[in-house]
């Protein structure tokens, strides 16, 4: 049985586990900072007149946006440093799985776990 090089779900899958876990801490505590911001500015604005917050969420989707640019420039923040960045390198996987990785970390995840927090 030949091992497929170009792409294995299994190691995508572990790929994406391992990053998501090892910046975990700091995504939750910025995503903590920026979801805190936008819940002090709309109590600000609630607190006045409680029926007028729709339209504040102008401000949500352009602190979604630039959000997921900031996002998407910390997904290889591992290759920043050198000790980081050899591990990284070193792992077992196709540069099409590293790609589809981050891809996969912030197309998917990252909107979708944005929007759900949004809206909690």
Do not use: C
Not at 7 to 13: A, C, H, N, P, V
Not at 16 to 27: D, E, F, N, T, Y
Not at 41 to 57: G, K, Y
Not at 60 to 68: A, C, D, E, M, T
């Amino acid at each position: 049985m030949k091992t497929n090089n170009f792409l294995d779900l299994r190691r995508l899958y572990y790929l994406v586990r391992r990053q998501i876990l090892s910046s975990s801490k700091i995504w939750l505590i910025g995503f903590g900072a920026v979801a805190g911001s936008l819940l002090f500015i709309t109590l600000l604005r609630a607190l006045p007149q409680p029926v007028e917050t729709h339209d504040l969420s102008g401000l949500y989707y352009v602190v979604l946006f630039i959000g997921g640019y900031v996002f998407t420039s910390q997904v290889f923040s591992e290759l920043h440093t050198p000790q980081r960045s050899v591990q990284y390198l070193s792992l077992p996987v196709s540069t099409t799985e590293r790609l589809l990785s981050a891809w996969l970390i912030t197309a998917v995840i990252f909107p979708l776990a944005a929007v759900m927090g949004m809206a909690l």
